[in-house]
Nanobody, 124 residues
Framework: QVQLEESGGGLVQAGGSLRLSCVYS?????????MGWFRQAPGQEREFVAA????????YYKDSVRGRFTVSKDNAKNTVFLQIHNLEPEDTAVYYCAAGDVFGRTSPEGYDYWGQGTQVTVSS
């Protein structure tokens, strides 16, 4: 059974930074999965923010977060990270990591496994 667990969220002031982590446990080797980060604000649909290939070499971002968000993958530690700089109140949401077979998918339907999410709240 694939399990993903996010951590690192919290309450921060606008302009601050956070690093979200997603630890992965499964019988299948972590390095074979492409990973994605999504977020969901209250009353809104879950939206894609970043993706990283299984190897960690290829990355893709939602246009509006490019330059502030950085996704990385440590296959030795079975962990994927999302570094967020210059946080804005509009970044407030629950952030989810997801695992799938194909890199770069931006729809939630493109991923097979999900974590429970970590809350990020940005105060103005």
């Amino acid at each position: 059974q694939v399990q993903l667990e996010e951590s690192g969220g919290g309450l921060v002031q606008a302009g601050g930074s956070l690093r979200l982590s997603c630890v992965y446990s499964t019988p299948r080797t972590f390095r074979t999965y492409a990973m994605g980060w999504f977020r969901q604000a209250p009353g809104q649909e879950r939206e894609f923010v970043a993706a990283i290939s299984a190897s960690g070499v290829n990355k893709y971002y939602k246009d509006s977060v490019r330059g502030r968000f950085t996704v990385s993958k440590d296959n030795a530690k079975n962990t994927v990270f999302l570094q967020i700089h210059n946080l804005e109140p509009e970044d407030t949401a629950v952030y989810y990591c997801a695992a799938g077979d194909v890199f770069g998918r931006t729809s939630p339907e493109g991923y097979d496994y999900w974590g429970q999410g970590t809350q990020v709240t940005v105060s103005s």
